[in-house]
Nanobody
């Protein structure tokens, strides 16, 4: 299984950006999500989605970010709106494929399937 993110960039505060993540390989059930890490900060969970479409969001992005995945073959997306300078970070995609484990950022954090990250920079 390979995980690869894209879509990062440099934008102004208030702008929007969409991140994409392609998870290649054979799998059925899944939990996927986005994390971010700013310089000098710990990696924090942003949003998750499982095969049923159930989603979770960190409080700091609710109402601004939307995680989506249309079907098993489609990429994972993170639509980010009304971006703030505090959103500046490296954004990572992660996935695991055990449907017996409840999908959450805490569970995803332990996976071995991570992308290399895509940088998002928001200037004021």
């Amino acid at each position: 299984v390979d995980v690869a993110e894209s879509g990062g960039g440099s934008v102004q505060a208030g702008d929007s950006l969409r991140l994409s993540c392609v998870v290649s390989g054979h799998y059925s059930g899944y939990c996927m999500g986005w994390f971010r890490q700013a310089p000098g900060q710990e990696r924090e969970g942003v949003a998750t989605i499982d095969r049923s479409g159930a989603t979770t969001y960190a409080d700091f992005v609710k109402g601004r970010f939307t995680i989506s995945k249309d079907n098993r073959q489609s990429p994972l997306y993170l639509q980010m709106s009304n971006l703030e300078p505090e959103d500046t970070a490296m954004y990572y995609c992660a996935a695991f494929f055990n449907s017996e484990v409840k999908c959450s950022s805490a569970a995803l954090r332990r996976t071995k399937y991570w992308g290399q990250g895509t940088q998002v920079t928001v200037s004021s």
